[in-house]
């Protein structure tokens, strides 16, 4: 059974950083891509960034481009969302997810089998 587990979450001032991990088990981790979502109240989830098996293909929304930054360390499990320069709009839950197939880069929400239960990032003005 697959288990996602995000930490990090909390509350920030505008211009700091958090950094998001997630920790993953239950399948060959470093097969799989992972993806980062977040949901803001009233709005629907929308897509983060990405990270292929190896690390070594990432996207980014357009919104985040520049500020952060994807990364995963096979060795433990993890992949990690590191958030700088945040802004209000930046408040969310946010969410980690696993593709549903190995070795191919999931583009679109629909292609991620498992995820986690969510973690809240709240920016403050």
């Known amino acids: 059974q697959v288990q996602l587990v995000e930490s990090g979450g909390g509350l920030v001032q505008t211009g700091g950083s958090l950094r998001l991990s997630c920790a993953a088990s239950?399948?060959?981790?470093?097969?799989?891509?992972m993806g980062w979502f977040r949901q803001a109240p009233g709005k629907e989830r929308e897509f983060v960034a990405t990270?292929?098996?190896?690390?070594?293909?990432?996207y980014y929304s357009d919104s985040v481009k520049g500020r952060f930054t994807i990364s995963r360390d096979n060795a433990k499990n993890t992949v990690y969302l590191q958030m700088n320069s945040l802004k209000p709009e930046d408040t969310a839950v946010y969410y980690c997810?696993?593709?549903?197939?190995?070795?191919?880069?999931?583009?679109?929400?629909?292609?991620?089998?498992?995820w986690g239960q969510g973690t809240q990032v709240t920016v403050s003005s």
């Open positions: 239950g399948r060959t981790f470093r097969t799989y891509t």
């Open positions: 990270i292929s098996w190896s690390g070594g293909t990432t």
């Open positions: 997810a696993q593709d549903r197939e190995p070795w191919t880069i999931a583009k679109f929400q629909s292609d991620y089998e498992y």
